[in-house]
């Protein structure tokens, strides 16, 4: 026997409540909320809840999300402003156990990836989502005044990831100065007075890379002002292709430069093939050192040395976040979340 269509002006079926999951389940609307928003604490059976996501689940309820943030007093959206980058793997764990821990304490992570750029378009976008926490880069363009306008639309606390606070918001540094601060120091230590600092081309790069030559640059004026001078480093803005690396491999002898700090791991390995296939010793004529500490560092032949990146756990930070919502009035904190060492192996 076969079905009949469903006439397109049929209406469609209406959603089941938690009064029917009630009724299906034989117990009260209030033990349903209990049991589904996972607030019952001891009061409830376990032979019970399993009864009620039975029905639940036979019916094909899901609870109202705008119920719960009725009852909870605000939305449990937590908006992560990120770049639109490709994060390296550890920065890519680090994002993927802070949604776990904030999945596990009850919140939705929402990733917003777009950015309004100034005058507060951004913090606006994001207020219309009425979130309870934003977690943002201090290069999304937010101002004082955004996070002002966050605060009176109803988000409880502000947190900004980078290098430095934003007046009003909880500052969580990860300052990459630190990175080419290290890598530089570990050059000048090792005798190197003409050093290169890579810089991706790649523009979306920028906010990690530019505070990196930085600290590079501000490495070597500490050591110059202490050695009377004579230390150089020079910016090489490089495209993440073989034909560009292998340009600098071609010129590097006429360079006059030593060392090279490579940005990160990945274009260290493209400049360390180069030169190998250019017969430039390595480190003998050119000493490279990476960042971000992955395994391709440790891989390589020769091993590369770089700079290692010491995180906190993504479920040390979601604990932070529900900290600051539940004490949405407290003072600003402000955290260092990494700390920068040099790995030494062969390449430096």
Avoid: K
Wanted: hydrophobic share 40%.
């Amino acid at each position: 026997m076969t079905q009949s269509p469903q006439h397109p002006h049929d209406p469609t079926p209406a959603a089941p409540t938690s009064a029917d999951v009630a009724r299906r389940a034989g117990v009260s609307r209030a033990t349903v909320s209990y049991v589904l928003n996972d607030t019952a604490g001891g009061r409830v059976s376990e032979q019970t809840r399993a009864r009620v996501r039975a029905a639940a689940d036979e019916l094909g309820y899901v609870p109202h999300a705008a119920a719960r943030s009725l009852r909870a007093g605000h939305t449990g959206i937590v908006l992560l402003t990120i770049p639109e980058v490709v994060f390296g793997p550890l920065f890519t764990t680090f994002l993927s156990e802070l949604r776990a821990g904030l999945r596990d304490r009850g919140y939705t992570t929402v990733i917003y990836g777009d950015s309004h750029g100034q005058d507060d378009a951004s913090a606006r976008a994001w207020a219309e989502l009425r979130p309870t926490a934003v977690l943002t880069t201090v290069d999304a363009g937010l101002t004082p005044r955004g996070v002002s306008l966050l605060r009176r639309s109803g988000t409880r606390t502000v947190l900004t990831l980078g290098g430095r606070p934003v007046a009003g918001a909880h500052a969580l540094i990860l300052d990459q100065r630190e990175v080419g601060a290290a890598a530089s120091a570990h050059l000048l230590a090792r005798g190197h007075r003409a050093i290169g600092a890579i810089v991706p081309t790649d523009r979306s790069l920028d906010g990690f890379s530019l505070p990196r030559l930085a600290g590079v640059r501000a490495a070597a004026a500490s050591a110059a002002v202490s050695a009377g001078g004579g230390v150089r480093v020079e910016r090489i803005d490089l495209d993440y292709t073989e034909e560009s690396a292998a340009e600098l491999a071609s010129g590097w002898r006429e360079s006059g430069l030593t060392a090279l700090f490579c940005y990160n791991d990945e274009y260290a390995h493209l400049l360390l093939s180069a030169f190998q296939d250019a017969g430039i010793q390595v480190p003998g004529e050119a000493a490279l050192v990476g960042a971000d500490d992955l395994m391709l560092a440790r891989l390589t032949r020769p091993r590369l040395t770089t700079v290692h990146q010491l995180l906190p756990s993504g479920d040390m930070l979601a604990a932070l976040v529900d900290r600051l919502v539940q004490t949405p009035d407290a003072p600003t904190e402000t955290h260092d979340l990494a700390t920068a060492h040099v790995v030494v192996r062969d390449s430096a």
